[in-house]
């Protein structure tokens, strides 16, 4: 089988994940390829150990580069300190705002608070980014490379973290409200309840995305190991809970040569688990790619195994 329906005209948002180690990277990689020859695409990395620039052998970082002896295939190694950097630097006014008028800080206090970092901002900051790029339009294919299953699960419950954050905003300014309107009998919308609506559409935009099966596509990868397959069955599970139904699942360094003793014994030993993703998965489309004798490295090789990814022809990898 191959890799069905990513050239749907309103298919936005591809998002691969899974294990450490399975291949995510030259599997997301492989795929930007693919549809960057019908599509103008962008390429995102939200691993904070971003392995993009290694896997294309092109520095990439937090800019939006063109990929080299590419059409269409522009990409970015999103950086959540750099991002959330940027986010305080836009909206420093309305961020001290909201501290001066719901807090007993002062001026010293508060300046402090807003250099510190934020626990679990990362993936909203990530997240946010992605749907920035969305909405600016300036693409029309978004494929994410993420970091293993724990940091795909946060970045896909982000929306919830960022509308936890934003509620208790909220709570703060009511209170800001209710003094004012006692005071002064009412109460002028300002610069801070725009920023904090802003934001819960933010969220909004969010669920509504990956939740949108046209819009959106989550492709798991796996390996045929057993830690790989308890993994994966965990991570599709929690996807589940957020509304989140793969349709597809990857399986990666499947030995398809018996043309040595090795082979022969990797094969056979990778057979009983290929017969379990078949039936722990058997909803899903499932796409198996062989292993390469190599590392998948270069525009070359990522080619190869972007033909084996879409059934197209491909070499014999292995003899």
Not at 170 to 192: A, C, L, N, P
């Amino acid at each position: 089988m191959a890799l069905t329906g990513l050239e749907n005209n309103n298919l936005q948002l591809l998002i691969f994940g899974g294990k450490g180690g399975v291949g995510k990277t030259s599997c997301a990689v492989a795929t930007a390829l693919e549809l960057s020859e019908n599509f103008k695409t962008l390429l995102i990395s939200t691993d904070p150990a971003h392995s993009v620039s290694d896997c294309i052998e092109q520095q990439i970082g937090f800019k939006v580069v063109k990929v080299e002896d590419t059409a269409n295939l522009s990409a970015i190694e999103v950086v959540a300190d750099e991002a959330l950097s940027k986010f305080k630097t836009e909206h420093h006014s309305e961020l001290k705002k909201l501290l001066v008028t719901s807090t007993n800080f002062d001026n010293e206090d508060i300046d402090e608070m807003l250099t510190l970092s934020i626990p679990g901002i990362d993936e909203i900051m990530s997240f946010k980014t992605i749907i920035d790029f969305i909405e600016e339009g300036q693409y029309d294919k978004y494929v994410v490379d993420t970091a293993p299953t724990g940091h795909v699960l946060r970045l896909i419950s982000s929306p919830k973290l960022l509308d936890a954050w934003i509620k208790v905003a909220s709570k703060m300014r009511w209170k800001y409200r209710y003094m004012i309107t006692s005071f002064s009998g009412s109460y002028q919308v300002d610069e801070v309840d725009t920023f904090l609506l802003s934001l819960k559409k933010t969220v909004k935009r969010i669920e509504n995305i990956l939740r949108d099966n046209t819009k959106c596509e989550f492709i798991p990868v796996c390996i045929p190991e057993a830690m790989a397959i308890s993994e994966t069955g965990r991570l599709l599970a929690d996807l589940g809970i957020s509304g989140i139904i793969p349709r597809q699942i990857i399986v990666n360094n499947v030995m398809v040569s018996d043309g040595c003793d090795f082979c022969k014994s990797r094969k056979a030993g990778q057979l009983k688990y290929i017969q379990q993703i078949s039936e722990t998965f058997s909803i899903l489309n499932k796409v198996e790619v062989p292993v390469f004798p190599e590392e998948i490295k270069g525009l070359g090789s990522l080619n190869q195994l972007r033909r084996s990814l879409f059934g197209l022809k491909v070499e014999r990898l292995i003899s």
